[in-house]
């Protein structure tokens, strides 16, 4: 475990000397491989490998991290390897270690002590402005936030987070940019700040995203944002896109993007495909949204009460639980429509008792709602007023229409967008359509794939 700290500190070492932001990136993957190994002792002992004894940050850093008994006595037992030194003094390596304490002391739950470490780097962070430190600084953004999450103090940061961003967006820090935009996006939204996080996204400046991770970010963000704002087409088309977008080892993540586009489908008029439901690992936690949308397409309101009620703390703790009481004039807009469907003509009093109307004058409810839906053209019907019925009109063929032709150009603009974002997404090494590969050269670069691959589904999975 030492020697591979240590082999991440030469890595870090290495491309800070020759301003290599890749090599940082291949030192934080594997970081979050070992982290689960991670030991007191360990961590103690590369302390004192990478840092001068002498430095503010050994002392602060070497205060956190709790000692443990005998272990002087411990024995590293791997094999011998290459001694490995690095040169001190190197802020890459300083902020490195601030950013194992505070993961070693989140995974062990010692939060108060990682919140002091996490605001001690965030200092020392504002007095550097290297491009190679922006790897390291953007993961520690993100663990400041959510240990403050954690102790429910997030409204304590969201000043520093501003003041951060705004620092990140004057040293031209694009990833630092990102991730401090999500995570002040979080914070608003975490106190259902929803007019203020839709201000500063607007303003916000925009550009290519060079993290997927923090781009499914903020568009599930965005689509919770345009949910709220009633914009409903934007928001369906963020949150399925975040899905579509997300590695496939962040399960929750997906879980959450789906709970949100099945609200939005459902308050578009749309009904969820049922292979939705059943995607593999998220059966259970769909399986409250599944009954919902049952009641929704039968346009049953009394199951539809029955469902809200019996999956309420579920709704809450998702916080879609007003989004749901929106969902009641959808399901009576749907049962108006099958009862539309089903009868050429149908008293007012009728449609009332169809739709289990518990008003005091449901005959009237009963003509407002289907006025309503003829307006909004959810229905193709008259109102007899004189007789209070409603009489339907015979539906027409579709293929006679637009309608057809507009589907076939939505789903063609989905699939030339697809491509354009793979196409833009292609990553080619620097002159390789000049300089042919060496077979040593061809070997590194396999094994640094290797290497990739099989830590990106460990590195995804803590990101989400």
């Known amino acids: 475990m030492r020697a591979d700290l240590k082999e991440i500190a030469s890595v870090i070492e290495a491309g800070s000397l020759s301003k290599e932001v890749r090599r940082i990136s291949r030192a934080v993957r594997l970081t979050i491989a070992l982290r689960r190994r991670l030991a007191a002792r360990d961590v103690a002992a590369f302390l004192a490998f990478a840092l001068p004894p002498s430095s503010e940050a050994f002392a602060r850093l070497s205060a956190l991290v709790p000692k443990e008994d005998g272990s002087e006595m411990d024995v590293d037992t791997a094999a011998p390897t290459a001694q490995v030194s690095i040169k001190h003094g190197l802020p890459e390596i300083e902020i490195y270690c601030y950013l194992l304490v505070v993961i070693f002391l989140i995974d062990n739950k010692k939060y108060d002590e990682a919140k002091t470490c996490a605001s001690a780097s965030i200092a020392r962070l504002k007095s550097l ?5 922006d790897v390291l600084a953007s993961r520690l953004y993100s663990y400041y936030s959510y240990v403050h999450e954690l102790t429910n103090t997030l409204a304590e940061i969201r000043g520093t987070l501003l003041a951060l961003h705004r620092m990140a967006t004057l040293h031209h820090d694009e990833l630092g940019q ?7 996006l979080r914070n608003y939204l975490h106190y259902n700040l929803y007019d203020q996080a839709e201000k500063l996204r607007s303003k916000a400046p925009r550009f290519e995203a060079h993290s997927n991770q923090q781009f499914c970010r903020y568009l599930f963000y965005l689509g919770k944002i345009r949910t709220i704002q009633l ?3 934007d928001a369906k088309e963020s949150l399925l896109q975040a899905a579509r977008k997300a590695p496939t080892a962040a399960r929750g993540f997906q879980i959450q993007c789906n709970k949100w586009a099945i609200i939005v489908r459902l308050l578009l008029g749309e009904i969820p495909e ?8 998220m059966k259970a936690a769909l399986t409250p949204y599944f009954e919902l949308t049952n009641a929704v397409r039968v346009g049953d309101l009394e199951l539809f009460r029955s469902v809200a009620d019996k999956f309420s703390s579920t709704f809450s703790a998702d916080r879609t639980r007003n989004l749901i009481v929106r969902l009641r004039h959808n399901v009576i807009r749907t049962g108006l429509r099958n009862i539309s469907i089903s009868y050429s003509k149908i008293s007012l009093a009728d449609i009332a008792k169809k739709l289990r109307l518990d008003s005091e004058n449901p005959v009237a409810d009963a003509e407002s709602i289907v006025a309503k839906a003829i307006r909004d053209g959810a229905i193709d019907a008259t109102i007899d007023h004189a007789n209070g019925c409603m009489v339907s009109k015979e539906t ?6 637009n309608e057809p032709q507009i589907a076939f150009n939505s789903r063609i603009a989905f699939c030339l967008n697809m491509h354009n974002e793979g196409v833009k997404a292609l990553r080619f090494p620097p002159n390789s359509h000049k300089e042919k590969e060496s077979a040593e050269k061809r070997r590194e670069r396999l094994q640094q794939e290797e290497e990739l691959a099989k830590h990106m589904a460990e590195e995804d999975d803590d990101d989400f």
């Open 129 to 133: 402005n290297r491009r190679t430190v």
């Open 178 to 184: 990102e991730t401090l935009l999500n995570l002040l």
């Open 231 to 233: 914009e409903y087409t």
């Open 274 to 281: 049922r292979t939705v439901f059943m995607q593999k690992g």
């Open 396 to 401: 027409g063929d579709v293929y006679s229409t």
